[in-house]
């Protein structure tokens, strides 16, 4: 990779007309003229990448604390540091929601969740109706393919395939086999399946690709991070868990499948450089949400928002570049067009980060002024009430199955408004048990681990940032934080209602109207394949499929009928 990667830059480096002029465009313009004259040079053919190949790298899981590049000392991630090095780093990514099924709707449609309706939902669907960056470049000539985990959990209804592009998933690989018994992590050959979809396009035609790892989602293996030899003394653990030997124990086994992440983007890489494409190709490394325990996923605070984001385009971006500027997710599906030069669709809310490409700048390169916008409706099941009941630390009749939130962030503060703060928000991420067993174990009076994890929020959370970056201390009832918590709540709902959010537009029951995704049910193999999600189900068979669904569970016929009147419009 760094052969290649630095031959690439010396060329780009050499091209002193087009550092000119992208030098006199950043001195000269503003950014609405930069995009045109960045347009302009498509047209003219000056520009050194016209429509370029796009690859986009997903975790699922990951936080952005804990990658080399963003200072973790527990483990090494040896590829994404060198495609750091090589590329841009923004230090202040944020996915549009703390959960995986409605944050890849907004990466792939540009749009925050919240204004995606059923797109929204962990096991909903995404209504046809909201245009995705793939559908669009793939009319635009691209190539489109995607390998491991896509768009979901959730029902096709409506798309007869995967949003992200045609699943190329038939070659596996056990990469462990000799040293475990059953693999530790997916055993989808990443690259291998890459590699077939670069031999299937047309010579010369640009391609998008979409590359979704399984990991470092739960379940962890038992030993995996030993044989990955990372050191429980060297994980840093946040001030909201207990710091003891089984709760970094279990922060060792999802850093071990981190780095097994990193190894399988060496060998994504190393396909690029085989196709010689590595010059010619956007790279986007990032998360669609935070790390699988309490607090993280599922939750608005940056352990569940915060993401890694890294570009690699070795003729346009200058190495060795850290950008500070608050970034959404959703500015990701109008890059791709932008730097496709295609038109970006009003629908879209996010913004091109093209201009932080084109600059040699780091630091703060826009106006410090922006704000980043998120959401969650309802992550996990209401099962979770039945298991802290149990444990006597939840009342019997305790609500748990929806907690809807919204927040705003700046660079200093961080407001959170909980819709229902009479629900327990502790159905986030139910896998993340281990730590929570700690969380009771170790809770006394000294410490507030279980008030802080588990029982009731206020209505609003404000978080001062630069003095509390582990957001514990909530001070929107603080008379010193009065002026602040009153101008971020007025931008936070002005904004909802800019977007149309529908828990602010008095339409929120709509979520109650998303179907069960049924397939769900099914063999976890094939939750994300095409067929396994309902895609090429006919339209009739499936709505009898949903209502015989529940019917069986004794589903009241206003209800279903509401049901299937919605999403068979949403079908059409």
Request: charged share 25%.
């Amino acid at each position: 990779m760094a052969a290649e990667g630095s031959n690439g830059f010396k060329k780009k480096l050499s091209n002193l007309h087009v550092n000119l002029l992208k030098t006199f465009c950043l001195r000269t313009f503003t950014l609405g003229a930069l995009l045109f004259f960045h347009a302009c040079l498509y047209a003219n053919g000056k520009l050194s990448v016209p429509r370029p190949n796009i690859v986009l790298i997903i975790a699922d899981d990951a936080s952005w604390q804990h990658f080399g590049t963003y200072g973790a000392k527990a483990l090494d991630t040896p590829n994404i540091d060198e495609m750091s090095e090589l590329g841009l780093v923004f230090e202040n990514a944020f996915a549009s929601s703390p959960t995986c099924a409605p944050s890849r709707s907004a990466i792939l449609t540009g749009r925050n969740s919240f204004e995606l309706e059923d797109g929204m939902l962990l096991t909903g669907y995404l209504p046809k109706k909201f245009h995705t960056y793939p559908a669009i470049l793939e009319k635009a000539g691209y190539k489109i393919g995607s390998t491991g985990k896509g768009w979901g959990p959730g029902g096709l209804y409506g798309r007869p395939k995967n949003p992200v592009g045609t699943p190329y998933t038939y070659l596996t690989q056990n990469f462990y086999k000799s040293e475990f018994y059953e693999s530790p992590v997916a055993e989808i050959n990443y690259a291998g399946n890459f590699n077939n979809f670069l031999f299937d396009r047309q010579e010369n035609q640009p391609f998008a690709f979409w590359i979704g790892f399984q990991e470092p989602h739960t379940p962890y293996f038992k030993g995996f991070a030993t044989h990955r030899q990372i050191k429980n003394s060297d994980i840093q653990v946040p001030s909201f868990y207990p710091e003891t030997e089984a709760t970094r124990s279990v922060i060792a086994s999802y850093l071990a499948e981190i780095e097994h992440l990193d190894d399988q983007i060496g060998a994504v890489f190393e396909v690029l450089k085989n196709h010689n494409e590595l010059d010619n190709t956007l790279i986007i490394f990032t998360s669609d949400n935070g790390m699988p325990f309490p607090r993280g996923k599922g939750n608005l605070y940056d352990h569940g928002l915060r993401m890694p984001l890294i570009a690699f385009w070795p003729k346009v971006i200058t190495p060795q570049r850290r950008v500070d500027d608050l970034i959404s997710l959703t500015d990701l599906a109008p890059t791709f067009l932008n730097v496709a030069g295609l038109k970006i669709p009003n629908q879209m809310s996010g913004k091109s980060l093209l201009d932080f490409f084109l600059t040699d700048e780091s630091g703060k390169i826009r106006s410090t002024t922006r704000k980043i916008f998120a959401g969650t409706e309802r992550h996990g099941k209401k099962s979770a009430c039945k298991l802290w009941s149990i444990k006597n630390l939840l009342p019997d009749d305790a609500k748990c199955g929806n907690y809807p939130s919204r927040s705003i962030r700046s660079d200093e503060y961080l407001l959170i408004w909980n819709a229902i703060p009479d629900n327990y928000p502790i159905a986030t991420d139910v896998k993340g048990g281990l730590i929570k067993k700690e969380i009771v174990r170790k809770n006394d009076n000294t410490n507030n681990f279980i008030t802080i994890n588990i029982e009731k929020r206020a209505e609003f959370e404000l978080y001062h940032l630069v003095t509390d970056t582990y957001t514990v201390k909530n001070l929107s009832l603080n008379t010193a934080h009065g002026a602040r918590f009153k101008e971020m709540k007025q931008e936070l709902f002005d904004y909802l209602k800019e977007r149309r959010d529908p828990r602010v537009m008095g339409n929120h029951t709509l979520w109650d109207l998303t179907p069960d995704f049924i397939l769900h049910q099914g063999a976890t193999d094939f939750i994300y394949s095409s067929k396994g999600q309902g895609g090429s189900i006919p339209k009739k068979r499936l709505l009898k499929m949903l209502e015989t669904y529940y019917k069986e569970h004794d589903y009241d016929q206003k209800y279903i009928t509401k049901v299937l009147d919605r999403l068979e419009k949403n079908m059409n």
